[in-house]
């Protein structure tokens, strides 16, 4: 073989395998199949009720529909533009809806009632629900869905697999397993052996004993905003334990374990970069974060947020935020005892529990 | 010169493992996010900083995007730092206060120091709220990212907020859609790592959040600052201070779209970052206060990554210039160098962290531009060298540091 041929050849294939791998680069570089910027939600703002807002708007259409449904007492179906089978109950008496739950089992649709609904037990219900009433549900029913435009009741173990939302009050009984958003525009109550994740009200009750709660300790403050709050902060490395009755006038952040004892209060916010116990009694008038572990109660009052990032215990008694100043409180881990009161979010991203009270 | 030569070996694996340790910590280790589900509060006041020197371009957007936030709207008030503009600015600023009254005070800026740091000093006049968020003009925040970036306040331990940043324009050509990737790596692998870890995530001057009892505490702006955020984020830490990174807060910024002002744009963070290097990894590694040791050694290594260009192109000379000395025992230090220069740079330890990135952003095609990546770390380590240089020069002959501002290229509204 010609010398020269040979070392061009050789320079040829390893030029060749150099620019092997850049081929998909600029494959990609002219055809720009993936160059839109990444998507940021600009118009979200993490709303809760985002997917029954977007489901009523998804509604609006069989709105006539449903009016003249209620107004014969019939029922209707039909598809809806996007290929989805609805069925439309102008009147829900538990025969009928008995027979629509058992048709769901082979060929699930959309419900939309215009009247109070009634869903018989051990019902599943695979497609969104709306109730234009009052909806009551049997026990160990399991839905998709519901957007209740008055009170909604759950049995039971039941289970909801996405989201409810209630206009109204929303409670769920013995041992429901709520898995997604749980709101309602007045209030939540769940009882015993609940799960949830992520739930907002102006109140949320656990349990019935939820008035526990309202007594608390005497003498707790309207709560100032970190805005307006003294922003002088005590600032301690290593364990540190408030005593019982003391009051504490600034911010807390201890870098260590914290024990608050019973009867004190925080005139402040509280940080621990460890784990935190707060005893009977306590009463803290800004936020309360840990680090790792946090166990709140019995009959405490907190007003701002309530962060723990590992798991967080609520004991019974205790109230979080008020009607006037709604907060957030949120872990990865949660378990709440009825009698507990939430005024705005209860959010466990893992697994959040109601346990029965002693 | 074998000595140096071991020495930045070593240096450079450490970094390198630096970069893997954080890209398996973001793909395996505990994600923490504690304060982005605080979506019911109190929320306190706050005030909207931003930051304009001849911004015609894109002041609009970024007024209308905070005039349509989800925030209680008595609760929050803007102030556009009109820097010394030559431009439209004052006037489209001046339409929007008519427009929106009373929730926007327009802070008019005609003369003094140069440089966003001068300019947000000068600010502070308007400002009385505890919770401060500052934008760059180019910026155009979501509905919910004002909460998002004022929920970490509700922790007293935080003095600091830093968001993540989002480049609209990525699809322009091919710096954009580099500088797309090296974002995603920057933020969605390092500073949540770094978060993750309780590290020092990096406060970034935009897209962020400062407590004004921290930022009086520390001395306030400092306006001999060539990045302000850099600055910041040390003079937090060293006084107890946290920056708090949300790698869900996100926000979309326009990056450079020609070279030019991409190493323009390099040589200024270089320097600026350089600057605080100098001013703080001493005392940070060593000094009394109450930065953790993890902080501490994070800190500055973090302190040190812009000078970390030249150090690697000296690293590299020096390997060639033993190499054809034949010094034969050094012929493995050589080979490591090698692997780590090329790990650091090349298809293993950044590229590692901006595929990862990518993964977690769940993006597709893009990925397949990463060999591209070693062109945008060419010009990175030849920008941040020359910047180098150029900043000892400045020392020897006493010259100023001119402050260049980032060009837009948006079209004007």
């Known amino acids: 073989m010609n010398p020269y041929l040979a070392v061009a050849a050789l320079v040829f294939v390893v030029g060749l395998m150099l620019m092997l791998p850049l081929v998909p680069a600029l494959v990609e570089l002219r055809c720009k199949s993936d160059a839109l ?24 259409g069989l709105a006539p529909i449903m009016q003249r449904c209620v107004d014969s007492g019939t029922t209707d179906t039909g598809t809806l533009p996007d290929g989805e089978e609805y069925v439309v109950l102008g009147r829900a008496d538990e025969l009928l809806v008995r027979a629509f739950a058992e048709q769901n089992a082979v060929r ?17 219900f695979s497609k969104d629900i709306f109730a234009g009433g009052q909806f009551e549900s049997g026990e160990k029913s399991n839905y998709r869905a519901i957007l209740g435009e008055q009170d909604v009741h759950l049995g039971e173990a039941n289970r909801v697999l996405r989201w409810v ?25 769940l009882h015993a052996d609940c799960s949830f994740l992520r739930m907002n009200a102006p109140r949320i009750e656990i349990g019935c004993a939820a008035s526990h709660a309202e007594a608390g300790p005497a003498g707790v403050s309207i709560p100032p905003n970190p805005g307006s709050r003294n922003s002088s902060r005590f600032l301690h490395d290593g364990d540190f334990e408030v005593h019982t009755g003391q009051v504490i006038s600034s911010n807390l952040v201890i870098r260590g374990k914290l024990h608050i004892h019973s009867g004190a209060r925080v005139c402040g916010s509280v940080k621990s970069a460890k784990d935190m116990v707060i005893e009977d009694g306590v009463s803290v008038e800004g936020s309360l974060i840990s680090a790792r572990k946090m166990r709140i109660g019995p009959h405490c009052v907190i ?35 009825e009698g ?15 346990v029965a009270s002693q | 010169m074998i000595y140096v030569l071991y020495a930045i070996v070593f240096v450079i694996c450490i970094y390198t493992g630096r970069h893997y340790f954080f890209t398996l910590n973001r793909l395996f280790g505990f994600q923490r996010h504690p304060y982005i589900d605080i979506d019911t509060a109190d929320w306190p006041p706050v005030t909207v900083l931003v930051a304009a020197h001849n911004e015609e371009k894109v002041i609009a957007n970024v007024l209308s995007a905070l005039m349509t936030v ?20 004052r006037e489209i600023i001046d339409q929007f206060v008519e427009e929106f009254p009373g929730r926007i005070r327009p802070f008019h800026r005609t003369a003094g120091k140069g440089g966003k740091a001068a300019a947000l000093k000068d600010a502070m006049e308007l400002v009385d709220t505890e919770v401060i968020l500052i934008f760059d003009a180019d910026y155009i925040p979501g509905a919910g990212l004002i909460k998002q970036l004022v929920a970490p306040f509700f922790d007293l331990e935080v003095g600091g907020v830093m968001g993540r940043v989002v480049p609209l324009n990525a699809g322009t050509n091919l710096l954009t859609r580099l500088l797309d990737l090296e974002r995603s790596g920057g933020y969605q692998v390092d500073q949540q790592a770094r978060m993750n870890l309780r590290l020092v995530p990096q406060h970034g001057g935009t897209v962020a959040g400062v407590r004004l009892s921290a930022l009086r505490e520390i001395g306030g702006w400092n306006e001999n600052s060539l990045t302000e955020d850099t600055d910041l984020t040390y003079r937090l830490l060293l006084n107890g201070w946290k920056t708090a990174y949300q790698n869900r807060s996100e926000c979309y910024e326009e990056v450079p779209e020609n070279w030019p002002v991409r190493i323009k744009q390099i040589m200024r963070w270089a320097k600026g970052h350089n600057q605080a290097m100098v001013t703080y990894s001493l005392r940070l590694l060593l000094g009394k206060h109450r930065a953790t040791l993890r902080e501490r050694i994070d800190g500055t290594l973090l302190l040190g990554v812009y000078v970390m260009a030249p150090v690697t192109l000296v690293g590299w000379a020096l390997a060639l210039g033993v190499f054809y000395q034949g010094v034969a025992p050094l012929h493995g230090v050589i080979a490591l160098l090698s692997l ?7 298809n293993l330890a950044a590229f590692f962290e901006i595929a990862a990135a990518s993964r977690l952003d769940g993006t597709c095609k893009r990925i397949c531009l990463l060999p591209f990546l070693i062109l945008g770390f060419a010009v990175s380590i030849f920008s941040a060298s020359r910047a180098a240089v150029s900043q000892v020069s400045d020392l020897v002959t006493g010259a100023e540091f001119h402050w260049d501002k980032t060009e837009r290229f948006r079209k004007v509204l």
Not at chain 1, 108 to 124: F, K, Q, S, W
Not at chain 1, 307 to 332: D, K, N, Q
Not at chain 1, 341 to 353: D, I, N, P, S
Request: hydrophobic content about 40%; overall charge negative.
């Open chain 1, 165 to 189: 939302h209630a206009v109204g009050e929303f409670t769920a009984d013995v041992g429901c397993g709520l898995y997604g958003r749980i709101s309602s525009d007045l209030l939540v109550r």
């Open chain 1, 303 to 337: 007003h701002g947020p309530v962060i723990a990032e590992r798991e967080l215990a609520i004991a019974i008694g205790t109230r979080c935020g008020t009607l006037e100043y709604p907060t957030t409180v949120s872990a990865p881990q949660i378990e709440v005892e």
């Open chain 2, 70 to 89: 989800k925030y209680p709207e008595d609760k929050m008030l803007v102030v556009p730092v009109n820097d010394r503009s030559t431009d439209r600015t």
């Open chain 1, 108 to 124: 699930p649709v959309l419900i939309m009632a215009g009247v109070d609904l009634v869903v018989p037990p051990e019902a599943t």
């Open chain 1, 340 to 354: 507990v009161v939430v005024f705005g979010t209860l959010w466990a991203r893992e697994r959040g529990h109601v």
């Open chain 2, 340 to 346: 780590t220069a090329y790990a650091a740079l090349g």
């Open chain 1, 37 to 60: 910027p990444l998507s940021v939600v600009q118009q979200n703002a993490g709303e809760i009720r985002h997917f029954a807002n977007s489901f009523r708007t998804y509604l609006k």
